[in-house]
Every structure is written in structure tokens, then in C-alpha cells.
């Protein structure tokens, strides 16, 4: 144990109005404390440098999930073992309960939330690439009010993020329109579980024949973000796939992502897994389409 | 006919461990108890220049220790003095100890330990082998050198003139964390008028009390270690416990207080001992046909700072360098050499698996060089009863490396999977492969090791008449209590839930040596053995009981003779097997008194979109002598082989300037439920005549194996041969993509 | 607003106790259970949740207890591995580790029988893939998991729901 627990204050107010009122009253003095999956290993190891947090994890409105016909709404602190239970995200977002299903283990998955993944803002995290595929809007709310706005747009650099110190993350809307899209996703992580990915993958192609009338690519643990892989979707969209297109949508992507080497893995060996996974889901159309 | 040995009987101590009252030592309090901690450097070579206390904490209410607060000799004694307990002016390793601190509040005590400031001099570090057998610094003695061996026997000469084909290769081995789940961990009594006493997670009490008497320049009867439940060892806390205790002890002893240490997990994974990296080459002579006519082999470890136990992994390395095969002309140079990492240490296996994985991967090239299949190169050259190994031991034991690999290839399906995967895999992302390893392992102390620990077990009744075994040998999970009870309840006739087995402490219990190097069944269950039927001796000719009796009729008989005469002991002292010789100074003769022997096969497929290689099937046949508890040697095997699975696939220690960085659970990755194969394991079993009712060794064995059995499967699977563990994905991709270049 | 450096109450409920604690909110519930209520039962491995050695029951759910604020534990119904057994009559799933060879240097057993526990209260009878699945986030370094494989199976045949 790192840290000395007694500079550390973690306070509970009654309900939502509150909690967002005193993040408006002190601002950049309070921070958001949901399941503890990020912010207690980092107090454990010495590394949590900010000192007052606002517990929300009793909080909720931020836990609902509502379905309307055309999106289905998941308040933030929904865990990856709620996620994982409800029928319609496993039926129509199978690429979001695998993410969910393959983050931690067990004990983690019931602590961990989706909205503390995304504010968490790793790069490396496994439920953004889903989101991203599924054209999520995040529901900001501060005590003067809500905003949405497309996850796309969210990360704009390595753990920067379109979240003013007044606003809590309210909840995750995905769009109930890509049920019939083929969809993929791989997470290669460092071992089978309990694992950080190395390089995790997300897809969706709307195709009709071999050919792709819409598609959304995007993938963890390559760039500061979480990265939507546009130009290479740009090339594949209205395509027939071929082996070509694939060497050609491998190239594209290797010059779209910006990995790294770290002590989890190395840029070469994200870069050639991205464009394998990529082929991979390409080829994979092929197949039965 | 034995009643207990070879029947499973449940663990001893079981029921405390499933119930969580079993009591570590981070379980134990002490009234008046504080914390304590340790403040290290923070460069690899250096010396220190100023030590400064960062104001706004309150430095009064600390205890504060450095190395001129030693009583005696600032070392930690083991086999040379040269690791000191703290330094007070040159640094040699990233996590040396300098200063240690003490405080009831231990949120407080952290922030002390970061506001305690070090300034330094550095001096330039060595970090690799190579450099360091370069000598491009001298950090250690006249030349890095810790330790050298040279193993000769034959004609080298004539042997390279007569070969047909010489090949040739090198190998390379990482540093491998032992991960116990129970971090390190000390609480210390120490005062002038008591002496110290420590209790702690440990393996060798005898070694902490040794290091602990020079540390306090204080007579032996006044160090007393107790060993309390330990949350697994593999080797990690034979040394280094012996800081800690000796840290914890010092702060005691200054503060007049109990005081705890207990590493948290980076700290322990940082600071404390990691098995040896090493690099093996091999220069090998065969005939056309396939026999092996000399090989010579080059092998060198990193020891890291100190020599600790270098030299003995060294030794073990060296003499296993050759492994179960039958060659007349051998040349082994072992070398251990010093870098700037903090030292390497015990871990399963001591050396053995590093140089078995070089010779086990050259095997398999050599075999390809002459076009023959690994098994039947090795069927070809395996050594046999009779025969004389490379350090010129007669193998007088029953061996039969043959059967083992008809055994093991028979139930792995060898030849049909390897002939099928052949036809599958072209054109198929996922390659599947099948590899194998043949190995032994020498059980106890090497040479004349045993004879210079000559170690003591016991056994005495208690006044209930109850018995009650008395040995140094700590349960670390690998079963000690177990086996124990197990053994003396059959020389004794009794049942075995009225043996108790006495909690390691060094103030009642006799020096039966360190548990290590698969000894505490084979060696101390001997002594066990012996003591037992001793005590029994003593009780039939005292009149008490006669044979054949009941075993209440036993405890009564107890009860008598210990009210009549005060006590009944029975204590024996080892001797070594008839027949043994060996000699230091040539390093030929009986290295050991006997081997475990095996051959292991590894099941594999590779993917290679994302070079990830799966274990999918693991057998394991080996021949230990008599299995003295079937469930508890299956999970000792199974055990061994997880680690070693990690070993070949997983465990990469990240070193940046001799410092290891990814010291978290997280970033060190070792096998969960969900990364392991199906491990099968087999017995055969030739009783040992100087074993407990037959028994070898067994703990060390099951590491050997499994890596170069999985780096060959992954060769057969991808074509590619790999000469290094860990075979990450990013190495495997590396390979790869080389050979298709 | 209190200062930095206040404890708060926290009443919850321990293996079927009521109880009131004072803690520093930030405090690991870890380090409360071990240190005020003595449950030194709960082990620490990592500090980082990844071990899984520290694992507790919390609402019926498996938790790291490292990772869980000790004002979090307000309200909740916490069972411990202290809590597992009904006096001397072990559950089926701690005797089947006793049988099995579950349990080696045993610091990791309780968090791994709590799991254990958990896993068979949602899936009665689990599939290989299943047991592995619900135990992964529970390290053990002794036995290559294959006797604690088997516990969970043949505490399953025990308790008569395996099929």
C-alpha cells in the first residue's frame, strides 16, 4: 500500500443534483470515484495524485439500461456483469459482450463499469472498440444541464477527453441499426484472461454479396487512443472485397494506427496483428456471405 | 506393506487452509507491534554521496537504521560475505538496501520511505553476460567471474576428427520470477537481554538463524527463527528471507519494539531473487548413424551483484548440462558471472532447467542434422544402467529412458498427430505440433553436499503419549507435514492422524538442512523414517511394548516409558549411501545419489495471425522412485509444469538499467485457469533403496521439461526453430517473419 | 465537509454479523477486514487486483477486497472466507478441496474457494471452459489449477447437481 489513505477523501452525496451541483460549486476539486477497478490500483501503487473524489457508485440514475426502437441506453455505471446479463445487448451487441466478458475476471467485471472504462481513457481498453463500431453518443450531464455527443469524438489524445471537470458521464446510447451487420471482434492480450490487450480489434460491414455497403473498424492498444479507423473504412466502403482490396486495406491501416513499444508488447508486433486481424474479418466475409 | 505411504493421504494441515485459519505472518500481530521498510538505491553501480530527510515528516517518531547500527558483520552470510545486509557506501544493484525505517502507522511510513532522499555517485554498469565475461567493467572480484567448473572426460580431440557431422547452436534462457502468492514477510523480537527472534514466510530457518548470529555477533542460543505458514517458496525464500529477517531484526533491535516487514508485490518482485538468466552454447559431434560421440558445452549464468547462491545453481547447471544421455567424450565449462541487477537466486530446478532447455532444443537439431526423428536420436544415444555419465557416475540404478519415451509418445499420440499435423498444416493459419524432452534430475544436495549438511531429524513421544516428528524441513505447500506423518506412521505401525509434525523453530526443532533440491522427502523422510523405527527399537527392548501390538497399546507404551525416563527421542544423523564418492577438485564421481527420470510432451498450435502459441495437451511420464502420496505428487508435477509452461511462453522479466519494471501482477504474466492445457501425469515407479520406503525426489523435476518440450513442438508446428525463452508472440513473429524474408 | 484525514462509519453486515466500523473512507476493505475484525482470512497477493487472493462475497457477488473502498462496503452483506463453513462442517466445496489436493501452500485457497463458491451458486453445473472462466481471475502458483479443476467437480457430484 502505497499511498497514505488518510490525504485521501472520498465523499457521498445523497443523489445526482447534488453530487453534480458541488462538482459546479468546486470545480477541478472533485473527481468522480464509480467502481474503484482503475482508481484503487493506481492509490495502491502510489500513483493517484489526485486527492478528493465524489463517490457515485450509489447513484441510480446512472445505472439504468432502456430500450426505445431505435436505441438502447446504458446508464454509466452499468458493469460488465450487468452488461453481460441483459438479453438485448447480447442479442443485437454481441461485439460490446464479448469486450465485456473478456475485461478482468470475474470480480473485476462486477466492479468495473462502462463509463469508468471510457473516463478512464485507456488507450488499451477493451469495451471503446465496440462502441466505437456502434456509433455510441455519450449523455454528459453537469448541474447546468446535458449534452451528447458521438464517443468518436470524445478521446481527442492520450487520456484528453471532451469532459468538462463540472460533468459526469450519464450514460452510453448505442443506435439499434447494425443487428444485421456482420460483426468480429478479437482482443490479443498478453494471456487467455485477465489480460491487457496487446491489440484489440472491433468490426461491423454491412455487405450485400462481397460487397461492403457500410463498415466501421476500430481498434485498441494502437495509437494514444482508441482509434476508429475511417480511412481505412473509407477505402473498403462500396468495395467487393479480394485479396487485393485486403493488401491494399492492410497497408491503409498500417499507416492509419500509431502504436507503440511498451512492456507489453512491440509496434511491429501490434502493427502486423492489426492488418491480420483486419484480414482476418475481410476474409472472414468471404466465407458465408 | 505399507498402510500410508502410497495412499493419498489428506494434508495435514488442509483443514486450516481451506478455512483461512491457517496464520501467515502478515496474519500475526504482536502488542506494541510497528511497521518497518526499506529504503533502496536507485541506480545500478555508484556509491553513495549524502543521505537527505525531507522536511514536513515528523523524523523523531522513526526509528532509523543504517549499517552502523549492526552489531556484528555487515553481510548476510551464506557461502562467501560479500551481499551486505546494508550499504553504507558502494552500490552494486538497483535495489540494494541503505536505510530502514519504523513506524506504528504505516500509511505514514510509506510516505517517510519516499521523503528519504538519496544522492550518488554513479560508476558505468554491466548488464549482460557478455560484457560482463568481457570484463568491459570490473564490478566483482578480479574478473566477474563468481564461479567456474570445467567438467572433462574422453578424447575431445579425436572425437571432432572422427565425426561425421558436428553441429552447433546457442541458447538463451530469461529471468524468471517465482510469484509465491504469499509476498515475503518478517516480524522481529531483538533486544540485548533476549537476543532476536524472527518469525516469517521462509524456507530455511537454519539459514536466517546463521545469518542472524554473525549479523548480531550473538551466540547461537540466542537466535531463534520460527517458521510460520508459508504461501509458497519455488526457491524465492531459500536466500533472500535472510534480509529480511535480518532488516526486520536490526529496526527491532534499535526500537525496542516488535517490528513487521512485509513486501508488497513490486517490491518483492523487484528487489528479491529471480531464477538465473543464462546462455548455453553446444558444439556437438555424431556419427552418420546417429550416435553421439562428444559434446562440448558452454554455460554461463548471470548472477547478478553478489555471489549468493551462484555457485551451487552453477554446479547443479553444469552437471545437468549433459542430461540422460550416453557420451564418451564431454567438455562443460560452467561460468556464473557478476552483473548490476539484484542477485539471482533459488527457483525450481537451480540451474537445471536452463542448461536441459539449451541441451533439449540442440537435441532436436542434431537429430534433424543426421535425418533422424527426435525420439529415435534420443532412443539411439539414451544413457543405460551401467553406463558412466559425464561426470563419470556409474549409473548403478534401474533406468529405462526407452520405456519412458514409449510411454510418453504412446499416450500423447506422438506419432499420428505428428504425422497428421504435417498434412494439415499447409495452407492453415493454425499449426499444430508435437515436442517432446527427456530429462533427469538429481535429487539432494550435489556431491558431497549432503555429507557436509549432515542433517538431524527426529522423533519423540509427548507425555499423552502422542508423536510428534522434529525436523528444520518447512511445509511450503509442496506437503512436508504430509508426507511426514505418512512415513512415520507406517515405520511406527500407527495411525497417521496421531503424528504431529513440530512447527519449524529453531529452538526445538534439530537442523535437518534447507528445503530445497527435491531433499525434504528423499533425505529428511529418510531420517524420519529412521528416527521412527529407532524410537520403536527403543520401546520394544525397554519392555514397554511388545510385537505385535495395537497402536492404543503403542501410546500407552508411550506414555510409560516418557513417565518412567522423562522422555523418548529418537534423533539420526544422515549418512551417506554406501558406495558414494565424489571429488571437488576434478568435479567427477557421484554427483547425486539418484535421479528422478522423464519424458515430457507438449501438444501445441500456434496461430499465426497473432503468433500466440496454445499448449493443448500435456503428458508427463516420470519415475521418482515409490510415490509416497499419489495426490499430492500429482500436484507437485502439475505445479512444476505450469511454471514451466510460463517459462516457455509467458514469463518475461522487462529489465531497464538492471532494474526489473514490469514488477506487477499484471505486466509479469504468469498461467491462469484459463492458459493451461490438460496436464497428465504418469508414474512409474523403482523404489530407491535409500528413500523412505523407495522414494526420490520429485519437486524440482517437473520444471525441466516443459519449455524445451514446447519451444520443439513449435518448431515441428511452424518450422521455425527458436533458440530463446520466453517465445512471446512478438518473438515468434520475429522468427517467422526472418525465415520468410 | 469533513477534512482529509476523518474517519466515517460504515455499518454492514459480515458473515451474518451487524457490524459498525470506523475507517478512512479510501481505506481497503482488505485492510479493514484484516486489521480491525481480525478475518485475516482474506489474503493479500497483489494490492492490485489481479490475484485474486483477497476475494470476498459482497451483495452475492465475487470482489477484489483491495479494490473496494471501505465506504463502499456501507449497507452491504459481506461474507468472508471465515464464513464459508457452518461451525466444523466444512461446504462441499472446501472438503473437496481437502480430498482433492486443491489446496497446496493454501494463500491462495480462500479467495480460490470463495470463487469456487460463486461459480457454482450461478452455474450448479459448470463446463470445463466454465470452471476455468470463473476461477481465471484467482492466481495460483502451486498447482497448475488441475486439483482445484477437480474440487469443483467432484464438489458438484457432492452436492448431487452435476450432471
Not at chain 2, 552418420?288 to 560421440?293: E, H, S, T, V, Y
Request: proline fraction near 5%.
Amino acid at each position: 500500500m502505497r499511498s497514505n489513505v488518510a490525504r485521501f477523501r472520498l465523499e457521498t452525496l445523497p443523489d445526482l443534483f447534488s453530487t453534480l451541483e458541488l462538482m459546479a460549486r468546486e470545480p477541478c476539486v472533485w473527481r468522480p470515484f464509480a467502481g474503484g477497478t482503475d482508481l484503487m490500483v493506481l492509490f495502491e501503487a502510489g500513483k493517484l495524485e489526485h486527492r478528493n473524489y465524489l463517490n457515485i457508485w450509489h447513484l441510480p440514475e446512472l445505472r439504468r439500461i432502456e430500450e426505445t426502437q431505435e436505441f438502447i441506453r446504458i446508464g454509466a455505471l452499468t458493469t460488465y456483469s450487468k452488461i453481460l446479463a441483459q438479453s438485448t445487448l447480447q442479442r443485437e451487441f454481441p461485439l460490446l459482450c464479448r469486450a465485456a466478458a473478456e475485461t478482468g475476471s470475474v470480480a473485476t467485471q462486477n466492479r468495473g463499469t462502462l463509463g469508468g472504462n471510457i473516463a478512464n481513457a485507456s488507450p488499451a481498453a477493451d469495451s471503446p472498440p465496440a462502441l466505437l463500431v456502434y456509433d455510441a453518443e455519450l449523455e454528459l450531464v453537469s448541474a447546468a444541464g446535458a449534452r451528447w455527443i458521438p464517443y468518436h469524438r470524445f478521446h481527442s489524445g492520450y487520456k484528453v477527453m471532451d469532459l468538462l471537470p463540472t460533468e459526469l458521464i450519464h450514460s452510453i446510447r448505442l443506435p439499434r441499426d447494425k443487428s444485421s451487420w456482420r460483426q468480429h471482434y478479437r482482443k490479443v492480450g498478453t494471456r487467455k484472461a485477465q489480460a491487457i490487450s496487446k491489440v484489440c480489434f472491433a468490426g461491423a460491414v454491412d455487405v450485400s454479396g462481397h460487397q461492403v455497403r457500410e463498415i466501421r473498424i476500430a481498434l485498441g492498444s494502437v495509437a494514444p487512443v482508441v482509434l476508429r479507423c475511417t480511412k481505412t473504412e473509407d477505402l473498403l466502403r462500396g468495395q467487393t472485397v479480394s485479396p487485393d482490396l485486403v493488401q491494399t486495406a492492410r497497408n491503409t491501416l498500417a499507416r492509419e494506427i500509431a502504436p507503440i513499444d511498451d512492456i507489453r508488447s512491440t509496434a511491429r508486433y501490434r502493427t502486423r496483428v492489426a492488418q491480420n486481424l483486419l484480414e482476418e474479418f475481410l476474409m472472414g466475409l468471404g466465407e458465408s456471405a | 506393506m505399507t498402510k500410508y505411504v502410497g495412499k493419498s493421504a489428506p494434508r495435514k494441515e488442509g483443514r486450516d487452509k481451506v478455512t483461512g485459519r491457517a496464520k501467515y505472518v502478515d496474519d500475526l500481530t504482536f502488542p506494541g507491534m510497528v511497521h518497518g521498510t526499506t529504503v533502496r538505491s536507485n541506480i545500478a553501480r555508484g556509491r553513495i554521496a549524502g543521505i537527505h530527510y525531507e522536511p514536513l515528516i515528523p523524523w523523531n517518531e522513526f526509528t532509523i537504521v543504517t549499517a552502523k547500527d549492526i552489531p556484528g558483520r555487515n553481510s548476510i552470510a551464506l557461502i562467501l560475505e560479500d551481499q551486505p545486509c546494508l550499504c553504507d557506501s558502494q552500490i552494486n544493484h538497483p535495489e540494494e538496501p541503505i536505510l530502514l525505517l519504523a513506524h506504528s502507522d504505516r500509511y505514514l511510513l510509506e510516505e517517510a520511505r519516499r521523503a528519504v532522499r538519496v544522492e550518488f555517485e554513479p560508476l558505468p554498469p554491466v548488464f549482460t553476460i557478455d560484457d560482463s565475461l568481457a570484463r568491459k567493467q570490473v564490478i566483482w572480484g578480479e574478473d566477474n567471474i563468481f564461479k567456474s567448473f570445467l567438467v572433462k572426460r574422453g578424447d575431445m580431440d579425436a572425437a571432432w576428427k572422427a565425426a561425421d557431422l558436428v553441429v552447433e547452436g546457442e541458447y538463451l534462457t530469461g529471468a524468471q520470477e517465482q510469484l509465491y502468492i504469499e509476498p515475503n514477510g518478517m516480524i522481529a523480537v531483538a533486544n540485548p537481554v533476549d537476543g532476536v527472534t524472527v518469525w516469517g514466510s521462509m524456507q530455511c530457518p537454519f539459514y536466517i538463524h546463521k545469518a542472524l548470529a554473525a549479523l548480531f555477533n550473538l551466540p547461537n542460543e540466542r537466535v531463534r527463527v520460527v517458521q510460520t505458514e508459508t504461501g509458497g517458496g519455488f526457491g524465492g525464500k531459500e536466500e533472500y528471507p535472510s534480509m529480511i529477517a535480518a532488516h526486520a531484526a536490526l529496526l527491532a533491535w534499535k526500537s525496542g519494539k516488535p517490528v513487521k516487514m512485509i513486501y508488497d508485490r513490486a517490491e518483492d518482485m523487484a528487489a528479491t531473487t529471480k531464477r538465473h538468466p543464462s546462455r548455453t552454447r553446444h558444439r556437438t559431434a555424431v556419427t552418420r548413424d546417429g550416435k553421439l560421440l562428444a559434446m562440448e558445452i558452454d554455460f554461463a549464468l548471470d548472477g547478478g551483484a553478489y555471489e549468493t547462491l551462484s555457485p551451487v545453481v552453477l554446479s547443479r547447471g553444469t552437471i545437468h548440462a549433459a542430461g540422460p544421455y550416453f557420451c564418451p567424450n564431454v567438455r562443460i565449462s560452467g561460468r556464473a558471472v557478476a552483473t548490476n541487477a539484484p542477485p539471482h537466486g533459488a527457483f525450481r530446478g537451480f540451474g537445471a532447467p536452463q542448461s536441459i532447455f539449451a541441451l533439449e532444443r540442440h537435441i532436436d537439431r542434431v537429430a534433424k542434422a543426421v535425418g533422424l526423428s527426435p525420439a529415435e536420436f534420443r532412443r539411439r544415444n539414451f544413457i543405460q544402467q551401467d553406463q558412466t555419465s559425464a561426470v563419470g557416475q556409474v549409473i548403478h540404478e534401474q533406468v529405462d529412458m526407452i520405456h519412458l519415451l514409449n510411454r510418453a509418445l504412446q499416450l500423447s499420440d506422438y506419432e499420428a498427430k505428428t504425422r497428421r499435423f504435417a498434412v494439415e498444416n499447409p495452407g492453415n493459419q493454425l499449426k499444430r505440433g508435437m515436442g517432446l524432452a527427456a530429462f533427469m534430475h538429481g535429487a539432494g544436495f550435489t556431491g558431497s553436499g549432503e555429507e557436509y549438511l549432515a542433517s538431524v531429524a527426529g522423533v519423540e513421544a509427548t507425555s499423552d503419549g502422542a508423536i510428534r516428528v522434529l525436523s528444520a524441513s518447512t511445509e511450503i505447500g509442496q506437503g512436508t507435514n504430509t508426507i511426514f506423518a505418512q512415513i512415520a506412521a507406517d515405520a511406527l505401525g500407527i495411525d497417521y492422524e496421531s503424528i504431529e509434525v513440530a512447527q519449524p523453530d529453531t529452538s526445538i526443532v534439530p537442523n535437518s538442512g534447507p528445503t530445497v533440491a527435491s531433499r525434504t522427502c528423499m533425505v529428511v523422510g529418510k531420517l524420519v523414517e529412521s528416527a521412527a523405527l529407532g524410537l520403536k527399537e527403543t520401546l520394544l527392548r525397554s519392555g514397554f511394548l511388545t510385537d505385535p501390538y495395537s497402536a492404543d497399546q503403542f501410546t500407552v507404551a508411550c506414555k510409560h516409558y516418557v513417565s518412567r525416563h522423562g522422555s523418548l527421542k529418537s534423533v539420526v544423523q544422515y549418512q551417506p549411501p554406501p558406495g558414494i564418492h565424489w571429488n571437488d577438485q576434478t568435479y567427477q564421481g557421484d554427483a547425486y545419489g539418484t535421479y528422478g527420470w522423464a519424458v515430457y510432451v507438449a501438444e501445441v498450435t500456434v496461430d499465426t495471425r497473432t503468433f500466440e502459441t496454445r499448449v493443448d495437451d500435456f503428458v508427463a511420464v516420470q519415475e521418482v522412485g515409490k510415490v509416497v502420496n499419489p495426490v499430492l505428487a500429482t500436484g507437485q508435477i502439475e505445479g512444476g509444469i505450469a511454471q514451466g509452461i510460463g517459462y516457455a511462453l509467458y514469463e518475461n522479466v522487462f529489465w531497464r538499467e538492471g532494474r526489473m519494471v514490469n514488477s506487477q501482477m499484471t505486466n509479469y504474466i504468469m498461467p491462469t485457469a484459463a492458459d493451461l492445457p490438460r496436464i497428465r501425469v504418469f508414474f512409474e515407479e523403482h523404489p530407491y533403496p535409500y528413500g523412505p520406503m523407495g522414494a526420490k525426489g520429485i519437486g524440482e523435476l517437473p520444471m525441466d521439461g516443459p519449455a524445451p518440450a514446447i519451444v520443439n513442438a513449435i518448431e515441428q508446428a511452424t518450422g521455425v526453430s527458436i533458440a530463446k525463452i520466453p517465445v512471446t508472440p512478438e518473438v515468434l513473429m520475429e522468427a517467422l517473419e526472418a525465415v520468410h524474408a | 465537509m469533513p477534512e482529509a484525514g476523518e474517519k466515517v462509519t460504515v455499518a454492514c453486515s459480515i458473515n451474518e454479523k451487524r457490524v459498525t466500523l470506523r475507517a478512512f473512507p479510501m481505506e481497503r476493505l482488505l485492510d479493514v477486514l484484516r486489521r480491525d475484525l481480525q478475518l485475516t482470512g482474506t489474503k493479500e497477493g497483489c494490492g492490485e487486483g489481479e490475484c485474486g487472493a483477497c476475494s470476498i462475497l459482497m451483495n452475492g457477488e465475487l470482489v477484489n477486497s483491495c479494490l473496494v473502498p471501505a465506504l463502499h462496503a456501507e449497507g452491504a452483506e459481506i461474507v468472508t472466507i471465515e464464513g464459508i463453513a457452518r461451525g466444523e462442517e466444512l461446504h462441499a466445496v472446501q472438503q473437496a478441496f481437502l480430498e482433492c489436493g486443491g489446496a497446496q501452500c493454501g494463500i491462495c485457497t480462500p479467495g480460490m474457494v470463495l470463487a469456487a463458491v460463486n461459480l457454482l451458486d450461478r452455474t450448479p453445473s459448470p463446463t470445463d471452459a466454465q470452471i476455468r472462466d470463473g476461477l481465471s481471475g484467482n492466481l495460483c502458483r502451486c498447482t497448475g489449477y488441475m486439483r482445484i479443476f477437480e474440487a469443483v467437480l467432484h464438489a458438484c457430484r457432492a452436492t448431487g447437481i452435476h450432471k
